[in-house]
């Protein structure tokens, strides 16, 4: 089987989460899984001579870099734009619980035992939340997760919510049924306010979608529900790591026991259509990090994102 899947390969004009218009791009994709980064250098970067039929070019997510790239440049006969640049962040789950509880100073191993409390404080005491591992527990999550999906602004605002298609729940069973699935879901009594699904490849549990409910942003119910997870995943054994996947936040870098610099690199064909779309991408992009850096200046920066995001 291929590792390389033909697809068209989306460009967002976006301002911060608002997105302006899109175009893209027919290209061979494919995603550098962890195991395989642990040998950089047998990941062979791809010749004009393997383009598939209709393919523009090829595009690498997470490909491990030695050194920051250029954001546009010519490499041989491509193109090669690389819009995103980052610290991968992942957990080394080859240890103990209390091993990686160690990584953490007092003060944050505090502040997040502090969380805890008092969120088992707010739920009178009880603190409420399920693991769902096997085939027929899909869909009792799906329809659990589902109800908090819908309130995130990743939902409302970039159509990332948690999918509810019938193609993906059958892909989660298949998983499930493999023991290729770990779901969980925290209560606020018989609400659910925050859920984490994580796919399973090469023993490597996968970071694919988290969100909660933004009423209870102010009891920080993500970081619960990620704590008492990992708490779980470290405990069944089995597991290599727990990957964070592409881009960087304070989440995932609390949590984190490792990072790799990486970045998306796409490397394609010189058309002038091509060219046009990566130019503008690239424009769009730093002008958004411009303008965010002078909202940022003024101190007005949060209140717009939170505006965007429908807070208020």
């Given at each position: 089987m291929s590792l390389w899947q033909v697809r068209d390969v989306?460009?967002?004009?976006?301002?911060?989460?608002?997105?302006?218009?899109?175009?893209?791009?027919?290209?061979?994709?494919?995603?550098?899984?962890?195991?395989?980064?642990?040998?950089?250098?047998?990941?062979?970067?791809?010749?004009?001579?393997?383009?598939?039929?209709?393919?523009?070019?090829?595009?690498?997510?997470?490909?491990?870099?030695?050194?920051?790239?250029?954001?546009?440049?010519?490499?041989?006969?491509?193109?090669?734009y690389v819009p995103l640049q980052y610290q991968h962040c992942y957990i080394d789950l080859n240890t103990s619980f209390e091993e990686y509880q160690k990584k953490f100073s007092s003060k944050t191993r505090s502040t997040i035992n502090r969380k805890i409390r008092k969120y088992t404080e707010h739920c009178n005491g009880t603190l409420k939340w399920h693991s769902y591992r096997k085939p027929d527990e899909v869909q009792a999550f799906f329809e659990l997760a589902r109800a908090v999906s819908k309130?995130?602004?990743?939902?409302?605002?970039?159509?990332?919510?948690?999918?509810?298609?019938?193609?993906?729940?059958?892909?989660?069973?298949?998983?499930?049924?493999?023991?290729?699935?770990?779901?969980?879901?925290?209560?606020?009594?018989?609400?659910?306010?925050?859920?984490?699904?994580?796919?399973?490849q090469d023993e490597v549990a996968i970071y694919a979608f988290l969100g909660y409910d933004p009423s209870y942003m102010h009891l920080s119910v993500g970081t619960v529900l990620q704590w008492l997870a990992l708490e779980e995943m470290f405990n069944e054994g089995g597991l290599r790591y727990f990957d964070f996947t592409e881009g960087q936040s304070d989440h995932k870098r609390l949590f984190a026991t490792h990072q790799r610099q990486c970045a998306h690199v796409f490397l394609v064909r010189p058309t002038l259509r091509n060219a046009a779309i990566l130019r503008g991408h690239a424009m769009m992009d730093e002008f958004s990090g411009w303008l965010g850096r002078v909202l940022d200046r003024y101190g007005v920066k949060a209140k717009v994102r939170r505006l965007l995001r429908g807070h208020g």
């Amino acid at each position: 089987m291929s590792l390389w899947q033909v697809r068209d390969v989306p460009f967002k004009f976006q301002l911060s989460d608002w997105t302006l218009s899109e175009a893209s791009i027919r290209m061979q994709q494919r995603s550098i899984g962890l195991a395989e980064a642990e040998d950089p250098e047998a990941i062979a970067i791809p010749g004009k001579d393997q383009l598939a039929p209709g393919s523009q070019g090829f595009a690498l997510r997470r490909q491990p870099i030695k050194e920051a790239l250029p954001r546009l440049a010519r490499t041989g006969p491509f193109l090669r734009y690389v819009p995103l640049q980052y610290q991968h962040c992942y957990i080394d789950l080859n240890t103990s619980f209390e091993e990686y509880q160690k990584k953490f100073s007092s003060k944050t191993r505090s502040t997040i035992n502090r969380k805890i409390r008092k969120y088992t404080e707010h739920c009178n005491g009880t603190l409420k939340w399920h693991s769902y591992r096997k085939p027929d527990e899909v869909q009792a999550f799906f329809e659990l997760a589902r109800a908090v999906s819908k309130l995130t602004y990743q939902e409302k605002l970039l159509d990332a919510g948690l999918p509810d298609t019938p193609e993906f729940m059958e892909r989660a069973r298949a998983l499930a049924a493999e023991g290729k699935m770990r779901a969980y879901i925290l209560f606020d009594g018989e609400r659910p306010v925050s859920y984490l699904y994580c796919p399973v490849q090469d023993e490597v549990a996968i970071y694919a979608f988290l969100g909660y409910d933004p009423s209870y942003m102010h009891l920080s119910v993500g970081t619960v529900l990620q704590w008492l997870a990992l708490e779980e995943m470290f405990n069944e054994g089995g597991l290599r790591y727990f990957d964070f996947t592409e881009g960087q936040s304070d989440h995932k870098r609390l949590f984190a026991t490792h990072q790799r610099q990486c970045a998306h690199v796409f490397l394609v064909r010189p058309t002038l259509r091509n060219a046009a779309i990566l130019r503008g991408h690239a424009m769009m992009d730093e002008f958004s990090g411009w303008l965010g850096r002078v909202l940022d200046r003024y101190g007005v920066k949060a209140k717009v994102r939170r505006l965007l995001r429908g807070h208020g």
